[in-house]
């Protein structure tokens, strides 16, 4: 069983197009996150949800839009693409929201943004 | 603010010779220290973490990992690497206190060869 999911895994589309990245974890944590790691491997937080509520927002352009229904969900929809949005997008989660807290993630969703 | 420098991108190894990757980090506060291992197009696996006490920290697949507050570094090391660890390696820490919210640096690419 997966501990994170995420899908798609990979996903190609063109500028101006609107996706969502879907993201489940079976750990029955409260925290969940989205991390954006770039063409150099860079890795940075995006947003972080402690059951279901925001508690991390970086300085993500207002295109990108966390939801989350529930708990154990944590989907990421991005508008109006744009060719600077190809990246790696992980999902991830923690038993809570401390900074002592380990994090699992998923595989990543490869957007390819043409 | 924190910040994390891996001072080496790559490293090449041969297999079954001893490795050190290099960790130093800036930080105004306490922080706790991870080290992850991503595998190729994979997501990123916790291998140990610093939180407090001992300053020399034992992980998975026998990486450990050396806590120096004077020097501001996490060295992490394994005295003889096989070539499943061919991976990229992410040093990170997050603050005490707060939300739990990782600062990656910018990996270090492990090349074991034969």
């Known amino acids: 069983d997966t501990a994170v999911s995420q899908t798609p895994k990979y996903l190609v589309t063109q500028m101006g197009n609107d996706k969502s990245i879907k993201c489940e974890q079976n750990?029955?944590?409260?925290?969940m996150y989205w991390y954006k790691q770039d063409s150099k491997k860079f890795l940075k937080i995006m947003f972080s949800y402690n059951n279901k509520e925001l508690i991390i927002n970086e300085t993500v352009p207002n295109r990108f839009s966390p939801k989350s229904p529930d708990k154990a969900h944590l989907n990421l929809h991005i508008n109006s693409l744009e060719l600077g949005d190809s990246a790696v997008y992980f999902c991830a989660s923690s038993p809570g929201w401390g900074g002592g807290n380990t994090i699992y993630f998923g595989e990543g969703s490869w957007l390819t943004v043409v | 603010a924190q910040s994390v420098t891996q001072l080496d991108s790559q490293v090449p190894v041969f297999e079954e010779a001893p490795v050190e990757l290099r960790c130093n980090y800036s930080s105004s506060v306490s922080v706790y220290l991870f080290w992850y291992v991503q595998y190729p197009n994979q997501g990123l696996q916790l291998l140990l973490k610093y939180l407090s006490g001992s300053t020399l920290v034992k992980g998975i697949n026998g990486f450990e990992a050396e806590f120096n507050k004077s020097q501001t570094s996490f060295h992490l090391r394994k005295p003889s690497v096989h070539i499943s660890d061919t991976a990229e390696y992410f040093c990170?820490?997050?603050?005490?206190?707060?939300?739990?919210?990782?600062?990656f640096g910018q990996g270090t690419r492990l090349t074991i060869n034969p």
């Open positions: 750990l029955g944590h409260d925290t």
């Open positions: 990170a820490v997050s603050d005490l206190q707060g939300a739990q919210k990782l600062v």
